[in-house]
């Protein structure tokens, strides 16, 4: 799904008053507005479509269809732009934290020190889980998939942290409790899941750092933490923060605009990030690099298989609705990851394949016809596992850093004027009316 995204600079939605789009439907002509958006983007507005013509439109997928106008991130798929609240992720992924990020999704503007300070106060404040939270770990299977505990655990919060009454007026505390628990949520279910007992958070680290405190110290082996590591997964979770109408936080959209609670709506966009062609596909991509490795395959092979509509096997990480050329966040994935593995003065041979395979993507007429690149998910995978995160927890890194950005999207949903409940028209193909069949006269 998209959106138009409207910075906020033209009050209110530009509608070119002399642009319409005419539309003529069995002989008769109806004009249905045209809106355009703070970067040129335009829309045909069909809100008056069925009620004028009695027609409605489709777009399986959504692909050519806007859900609402926003004024958070902008993406040029064409161009292959992503900018947060206009910054462009290139900057902020050299010059900024992913806690001053996500202030910046949330709160539309870069905050000021103070106000940084304050929001990593709360941060800390937050961190602890509940002591009776905790029990529930001890019920689910050892072999759970962390991201169906995260989803279950984030909907439980709420019956434990109700939204804040006295929200303050510069932060929403109950936003910043969300970013801070889900970190100390999901490092606990890898430590539950190694049979470990789970570690507490430091007051002294950042939300970076005590993410991989948590997730890797121990009683007998401290965990030394490497700084280097710290600045890969601010970047990582920079580059994950927020992504425009993307099938998670359309999700969030669609079960916020019912006015469901926060955590509802977020537990579903963790459910819906968790699929192999979503937010699943960076533990995808290592399946997929393992499976070239072990069956042997040759790079022109797994091209061929790829090509090969007959065949289920896809390029995991090659492929984006909107990017039809590089995804920008790819690039500085590729930089991280190879700083992470230049510390760990490891080779994976999986990179090598991955290496190969997207010089190989990329040459052939095929991915380029069809504009198929390499995603954000094509080098995060062996970034994570050179990092030592476990591949079922890859999702569940992608679901803290998208967290900030589906907040801030839930919340621009909640407070636009415009926007209803969600519910979607259909074409019925079904049957046409027919009476009731007795038992004795039905065959099988
Ligand atoms: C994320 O939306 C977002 O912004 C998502 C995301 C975010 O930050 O939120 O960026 C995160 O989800 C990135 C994408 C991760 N998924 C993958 O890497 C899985 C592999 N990619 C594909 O499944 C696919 O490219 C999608 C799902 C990403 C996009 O699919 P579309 O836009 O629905 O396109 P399509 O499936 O209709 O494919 C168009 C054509 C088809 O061939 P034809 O039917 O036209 O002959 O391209 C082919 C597809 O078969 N194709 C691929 C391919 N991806 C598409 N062929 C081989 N390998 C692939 N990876």
Redesign the pocket.
């Known amino acids: 799904m998209y959106n138009i995204y409207n910075s906020g600079r033209i009050q209110g939605v530009k509608i070119n008053m002399t642009e319409y789009a005419t539309l003529i439907i069995e002989g008769k002509e109806y004009k249905l507005p045209v809106i355009c958006g703070s970067e040129g983007e335009k829309a045909i507005d069909i809100r008056s479509l069925r009620q004028q013509t009695g027609y409605i439109t489709i777009d399986p997928?959504f692909?050519n269809t806007g859900s609402c106008k926003s004024a958070i991130t902008f993406m040029d798929g064409e161009r292959g732009i992503l900018r947060y609240r206009g910054i462009p992720i290139e900057q902020l992924a050299e010059h900024s934290s992913f806690v001053e990020t996500a202030y910046l999704l949330i709160e539309g503007k870069l905050p000021t020190q103070t106000q940084l300070t304050r929001t990593s106060v709360y941060l800390n404040d937050f961190s602890l889980l509940h002591e009776d939270m905790r029990s529930f770990y001890q019920n689910f299977p050892s072999k759970a998939h962390p991201m169906g505990i995260l989803s279950a655990m984030v909907n439980a919060m709420r019956s434990f942290y109700p939204e804040f009454s006295d929200e303050d007026r510069e932060f929403n505390k109950t936003f910043l409790r969300l970013i801070s628990k889900v970190r100390t949520m999901s490092a606990i279910a890898y430590k539950i899941s190694r049979g470990h007992r789970p570690v507490y958070p430091r007051p002294d680290y950042s939300y970076c750092a005590n993410f991989l405190h948590m997730m890797f110290d121990n009683p007998v082996i401290p965990y030394r933490l490497d700084r280097d590591f710290e600045q890969a997964l601010n970047v990582f979770w920079i580059l994950?923060a927020d992504?425009?109408q993307?099938?998670?936080?359309a999700t969030v959209r669609v079960v916020g605009s019912g006015r469901v609670n926060v955590y509802a709506a977020i537990s579903a966009g963790i459910s819906a990030l968790w699929g192999?062609?979503?937010?699943g596909?960076n533990q995808?991509v290592i399946k997929m690099l393992e499976q070239i490795r072990d069956d042997k395959l040759t790079i022109p092979q797994a091209i061929a298989r790829?090509?090969d509509?007959n065949d289920p096997f896809?390029?995991?990480?090659?492929?984006?609705?909107?990017y039809k050329t590089y995804?920008p966040r790819a690039k500085i994935m590729k930089k991280m990851c190879d700083l992470v593995l230049s510390k760990k003065r490891c080779k994976d041979s999986l990179l090598d394949i991955a290496v190969e395979l997207e010089q190989a993507g990329m040459a052939d007429h095929y991915f380029q016809d069809?504009g198929?690149y390499p995603?954000?998910?094509f080098y995060a995978g062996i970034m994570l596992r050179a990092m030592g995160i476990p591949t079922n927890m890859f999702t569940v890194m992608f679901a803290i850093g998208?967290l900030p950005g589906w907040l801030a999207q839930w919340k621009e949903n909640s407070t636009d004027p415009e926007q209803k409940i969600s519910r979607p028209r259909q074409i019925y193909t079904g049957n046409n009316v027919m009476d009731y069949i007795p038992m004795d006269q039905r065959h099988a």
């Open positions: 997928g692909a994950h992504h425009e993307n099938c998670s936080t192999p062609l979503h937010g596909a995808a790829a090509k509509r896809r390029l995991m990480g090659f492929g984006h609705r909107v995804d069809k198929l995603n954000v998910d998208r």
